[in-house]
Each structure stands twice: as C-alpha cells, then as structure tokens.
C-alpha cells in the first residue's frame, strides 16, 4: 500500500508542446508536487489580486466620501460668507434707518432719548422671531431673508415720514408729542381710584410722572405760554397753547422758569418737578387738551 502511494508521488504528467510551425515536438514533464505548487500559486495569486480589488474599491469609495464632505464644507464656508455680507448689509442698513429717524427727531423737534417707563398695562410691541439652530444655515438664511424684507419696508416707510416731516416741520412741532421728562407714568388718563385714601373714583384728566425732586420739566411742543403761577390744587402749574387747537398743562412743579406770554419751543425746560398743591409726592401731572377736551397723552407720545 504504503510503495503504491510512494508510486504515484513519483510519477509525473507530461505534457506535449506541439508547435504550429511543424518543429519538433517538445515534453514538459511536471512531478505531483510541482503541480500542487502550481495551483497553489495560482490561488494565492487569485486571492491576492482579489484583496488588491478590494482595497483600490475601498479606496475609491473612501476618496468619494472624502470629496462629498470637502463640497459640503466649501458650500458651508460659501453660505456662511454670503450670511456675513447680508449680516453686514442689514447692520448698515440699520444705521441709515437710525439717522433717518434722528432727523425726523429733529424736523419735529423730539428728543433722542427714549420714553419714560409706564405700567405694565402699556406692554411691549415687538416682532416675533423664528429661533433656529447654529448649524441650521438654511434656516439662518431664510430668517435673514425675511428680516431684509422687513428691513427694506421699515426704509421705505421712514422715506416717506421723512419727506412729510420735511414738508410740515413748523405743524409737527405744534404737536405735543415729547414726553415733558423721563420717569415712571404712575397713573393714567380716565377713571381711577382717589389716591388720597378716599373710596370714591374721580376722572384723571392727564397722566401722574413720577421722578426725583427738582428734575426738569420740558414743553411737549413748541406755543406761548399762557399761564404760569399758584392754582388751587394744581400747585405751581404752566399752560401751553399750541397751533392746531392744543393745549397743554404741567402741575405740582416745585419751581416755574417761564412767565406767561413767553414764546417755547419743544423741548424747552418750563420748570421743575415738585409736589406743591394737591399732590401725594414728587410727580409731574401732565395733561393734554384738544379743541378744549382733555384726551389721553399717550395717544400723542411716542
């Protein structure tokens, strides 16, 4: 058994190599091992060129991905770009709307300051604004889209006032709408309760300020001054009349700095805040009088 198996590993394949020219006929004669070897070159070959195959479809799959985040990351930086050049439009734009305003301040003769603080019923108006995340550029865009639109209206609009400011300076000025001192409106036009303690309501035909002891109190448009002395009740008070059938009234002053028949401007300090005649602390009440009615100051102020 053991010579039979020793047999074949000795023997060996020939193989005959005939040559198409008709040249002699030539023998190849390969052992058993030689042809195991063979195969077994010719497997590892296989696999290794099929590892290679692999690797470059690897590798191009890879340089794919590498490529679609680098387009990705480029049109980031691009959106990110154009949201800085929007950012710095919009910045500048607002500056124009600022300086727009400001002369319309002016043309009417308001101040540049802001409104005094009034009671929580007043509220506050502002837009609503859509939150979106950091990385949401998309969504940044679009907000900022719609914030450009509002921007552009907003120009628009403040043009026109402008122009009509422009052309009617002398009757706005008329107008009572700057708020005579800054402070606290602590009580508003209409009915209330007395303040006095009293259970009974009386009608207030103005609006209480309050502020410090001796701050300055302004002329809400520009008139002549048709009052300025001691009133029952009111204390130490100055009337205004104005064009257009307005009149304006300042009480409880703790000291006058106009007389009567003076001419004003808006803007003009009239006196200073105190708590003289009928009055429960250091506030100015201010009222407002069309056409010999007295309506709400704050229909006029800004």
Known sequence: MNSTRKQRKNEKLTVLLIPNSGAEAKRLSLSHRQIKGAVMAVILMSVLLLLAGLNIYQARHTLSEARQIKAQHDE???????????LLEMENQRARIEEQQEQIRKLVGS???VSPKTNPSRGNMGGVSRLARPDDLPGISTDISSLQI?????????KQLLNLAANNADELKS?????????????????RSSPFGRRSREFHDGIDIAAPLGSKVHAAADGVVIQAGWVSGWGRLVKIRHNGGFVTSYAHNSSLLVKSGEQVRKGTV????????????PHLHFTIEKDGKAVDPMAYLP
Do not use: H, M, Y
Not at 76 to 86: E, F, S
Not at 150 to 158: F, G, I, S
Not at 175 to 191: H, Q
């Open 150 to 158: 509002l921007l552009n209206e907003q120009e628009q609009e403040l």
């Open 270 to 281: 009239i006196a200073k805040v105190g708590s003289s005649g009928r009055s429960t602390g």
């Open 175 to 191: 107008v009572p709408n700057r708020w005579p001192l800054v402070g606290k409106v602590t009580s508003t036009f209409g009915w």
């Open 111 to 113: 101040p540049s300051s």
């Open 76 to 86: 980031q930086q691009r959106q990110v770009t154009d949201l800085n050049n929007k």
